[in-house]
């Protein structure tokens, strides 16, 4: 018997793995710039939000299925497709924000997210053995392959490569599970098994139930990441406030508790969900840097400029760029803007380091003092306060170009 489905029950499975997509890659985006603890927690919940998306979807998009006998599901794979599904996507997740997404990493995390959803959907669909016999065309099952990889790949891409669009990588994610479900379905026939198996089975009433829990807790997840973080006000007031006197920092440092928790927000360390709970963030003493595959931390003092790298930053310490998993925003958030300045949109320069600038036509450029020259472009707009900036340190009119 071929399988027809119910279109609504097949649109809501669409939104159930959109939405649990969107919850799982926004906290997937924030994992290269988390450490420690809260770097394994925020990976653990994007993981459980991406398993329990695909889950969600395929179950739901089973309840669609019209068939004359009633479909019952063995308990065993039930579970385990959601488990492994849970485990593929954290490893798949590691892998790609552990550092910049060169092709190589997005492809092997691609391959291996699309290889877990095809994997929890194939254990899903032997859970029907419970009541049907199940054929399945192996074309088919190998179209849907392939076209969850390659939309896994845009996803990953939209949430933690180059351009960071949460919702637009979340609809590359639902429609990759989506896609791989009916692909491999329109290969499906079913028939009536006989005899009940002995093994523990699901009725189509208790799939509804848990699934009506697991979609209404991804669909909260959901619309609570939509609403602004009180920390990006926070964030965008610190930017606007006047920079504060050495006196203020020493204040602030002395008042406030001798605490990790305290230490890891110096070092600018951020907390799950986009930091949501958590204190306005304080200038940063330390910025986080990644080296040898392990995680260390630069003195502020030792910053010459900061530039963008898509989603990440390098840190120039005068003889060297090193890797930052902050995005540039992030960094100059928790720098003293009373050192140092955007002079680009992609770099921030100490201002205490700058020896000159250079013009070439209608560009302009600032050098700085490091082992090798090294010169940063500046923006026509930023030029002048970057130059008026420098004269009242230096107590006259500034370098000219």
């Known amino acids: 018997m071929q399988v027809s489905d119910q279109p609504w029950l097949v649109l809501l499975s669409v939104v159930a793995a959109v939405a649990g997509g969107y919850v799982g890659l926004r906290l997937a985006a924030g994992i290269g710039a988390a450490t420690g ?6 990976l653990a919940g994007a993981a459980c939000a991406l398993g329990a998306a695909v889950w969600a ?3 739901t998009a089973m309840l669609a299925v ?8 063995l308990a065993l794979p039930t579970l385990l497709s959601f488990l492994i599904c849970v485990i593929v996507a954290g490893v798949a997740l590691h892998v790609a924000s552990s550092g910049p997404l060169t092709p190589a990493r997005l492809t ?11 994997a929890a959907h194939a254990i899903a669909i032997t859970a029907l053995d419970a009541s049907a016999r199940v054929s399945l065309t192996p074309g088919f099952a190998a179209a849907g392959l392939v076209v969850a990889i390659a939309l896994c790949a845009l996803a990953l891409w939209l949430a933690i490569g180059q351009r960071d669009r949460p919702l637009l990588a979340a609809l590359a994610f639902g429609v990759a599970v989506a896609a791989m479900h009916f692909t491999d379905m329109a290969g499906v026939t079913l028939a009536p098994r006989p005899a009940a198996l002995l093994a523990p089975a699901l009725s189509g009433g208790i799939v509804v139930i848990i699934l009506a829990f697991v979609i209404f807790g991804v669909l909260g997840l959901f619309l609570l990441l939509l609403v602004p973080d009180r920390v990006e006000i926070g964030i965008e007031s610190l930017k606007s406030a ?15 508790p001798a605490s990790g928790i305290d230490a890891d927000l110096r070092r600018g360390i951020y907390a799950p969900l986009g930091g949501a709970g958590a204190p306005p963030p304080r200038l940063a003493e ?6 040898d595959g392990a995680t260390h931390f630069l003195a502020v003092e030792h910053v010459v400029a900061v530039q963008a790298n898509a989603h990440y930053t390098y840190l120039f310490d005068g003889s060297a760029k090193l890797f930052c998993p902050l995005a540039i925003g992030e960094v100059e958030s928790r720098l003293d803007r009373g050192r140092f300045m955007r002079v680009h949109r992609s770099h921030i320069v100490n201002i205490e380091r700058v020896t000159g600038f250079k013009r070439s036509g209608d560009s302009e450029t600032v050098e700085l003092a490091a082992d090798e020259h090294y010169a940063v472009p500046v923006s026509r707009s930023r030029a002048g306060s970057l130059k008026a900036r420098i004269g009242e340190k230096n107590g006259g009119p500034g370098p000219q170009a």
């Open 37 to 42: 603890t809260r770097r394994r927690l925020t």
């Open 57 to 59: 979807m395929h179950f």
């Open 66 to 73: 019209r068939a004359p006998f009633a479909l019952t599901f």
């Open 108 to 118: 092997l995390a691609a391959c291996t997210l699309g290889a877990g959803i095809f």
């Open 242 to 256: 006047p920079a504060p006197t050495e006196n203020d920092e020493t204040a602030v440092a002395a008042a406030a």
């Open 286 to 291: 330390h910025l986080p840097i990644e080296r």
